[in-house]
């Protein structure tokens, strides 16, 4: 006789809840979620060769290979003779366009306007003389009394001083009205690329000394005092060491588990039991084989995917190529905005 549907489906609703705890059971008790997130990686410190912007030779170098620098230190400096002289010859030029500037601008002096009118009366009283000494030659050409030479001299006498007085007006209006729109324009123009040359010179004289764009420690010293400096020859290699960053790589079954801006910890073997406290940076968007270099549990094979952890860095111990542990806290540790300036606060 078989058993009826109404006796199997409760005991097949059985059979499913115990394996279903079953399987909640042996994940959980013998497969837990771990606590943290552990990597591997090693220590990157960004460096920055430190060259001039302009050829010329050093002439003071401050700091060894070594030293500890802090923003805005002066690095090294090279001759600035020649760039001030450069200053002076431009202040001297953009001196004279302001001169012949404000000339413009103030336009044509009173003497100058009381010399045209004087020229201009002179005119005036030379053109009537010129007709009265006309009229009469002529009429005494037409008695014949002189020759018909005189009269045409006496004409063209009274056309030239007709001009006279012509030209004269004209350079009184001049004087009276001043320098063109456009000449002042054209002044107004030359000033500012005179002074854009002399902004230059002093860029450029300033550009003789090479300052600490930020916090760190020289980590090579290229060139000597005496050496010609270049733009294409750095002077100092300037490791910035805080903050540093880990570079470890998270496999592809851990990766949602991390997000940038979560918190992270740093432990070295140099420092047992001390925690540097950091920050996912970076996570890269391509995967990549594990790198030789990076020792693991894992099989070097497996696809893993590159993390950047920051960590602020101000007793300079976290060291280039330094091997580390990478814990990132799996519970209660939300991803969180950054500011740039952390480590300078």
């Given at each position: ?17 115990l ?20 990597l ?8 920055v ?10 002439q003071?170098?401050g ?16 001759d600035?003779?020649?760039f ?33 009118r ?12 010129a ?10 050409a037409?008695?014949?009394l ?27 209006s ?16 030359q ?38 400096a ?24 851990e ?24 920050w996912?940076?970076?996570i ?15 099989l ?46």
């Open positions: 006789m078989k058993p009826s549907p109404r006796k199997i489906l409760p005991l097949l609703v059985i059979v499913v809840l394996a279903g705890t079953a399987a909640w059971w042996w994940r959980h008790e013998q497969h837990p979620t771990p606590a943290a997130l552990t591997y990686g090693n220590i990157d410190i960004r460096t060769d430190m060259a001039f912007n302009d050829a010329g030779r050093i003071h170098l700091f060894e290979e070594g030293s500890v620098v802090r923003k805005g230190q002066v690095l090294a400096q090279i600035p003779l020649r001030q002289d450069a200053i002076d010859q431009a202040a001297g030029v953009l001196a004279v366009a302001r001169q012949q500037l404000a000339a413009l601008v103030a336009g044509s002096r009173p003497q100058q306007i009381a010399e045209a004087a020229a201009a009366a002179s005119a005036a009283a030379t053109l009537h003389n007709q009265i000494t006309y009229a009469r030659q002529r009429a005494l037409a008695a014949h002189l020759p018909q030479q005189s009269a045409d001299n006496a004409q063209q006498a009274l056309k030239n001083a007709r001009a006279g007085l012509d030209s004269a007006q004209q350079a009184l001049l004087a009276v009205q001043g320098p063109r729109q456009e000449d002042i324009a054209a002044a107004r123009a000033v500012k690329a005179d002074a854009a040359a002399l902004a230059l010179a002093q860029r450029q004289l300033h550009d003789t000394t090479l300052i600490a764009p930020a916090d760190g420690v020289i980590q090579t010293r290229i060139l000597e005092v005496g050496d010609m270049s733009p294409a020859a750095p002077v100092l290699t300037l490791a910035l060491n805080n903050p540093v960053w880990a570079r470890a790589y998270v496999p592809e079954t990766l949602g588990r991390i997000a940038p801006g979560m918190r992270a910890d740093i432990l070295s073997d140099s420092f047992p039991g001390q925690h540097f406290k950091g996912i940076g970076f890269s968007p391509t995967a990549e084989f594990t790198p030789k270099s990076v020792q693991t549990t894992d070097r094979t497996e696809l893993v995917y590159r993390v950047r952890v920051y960590a602020c860095n101000p007793q300079g111990r976290l060291r280039l190529g330094m091997p580390v542990t990478v814990q990132v806290p799996l519970h209660d540790n939300a991803p969180r905005a950054i500011p740039a300036h952390v480590c300078q606060d």
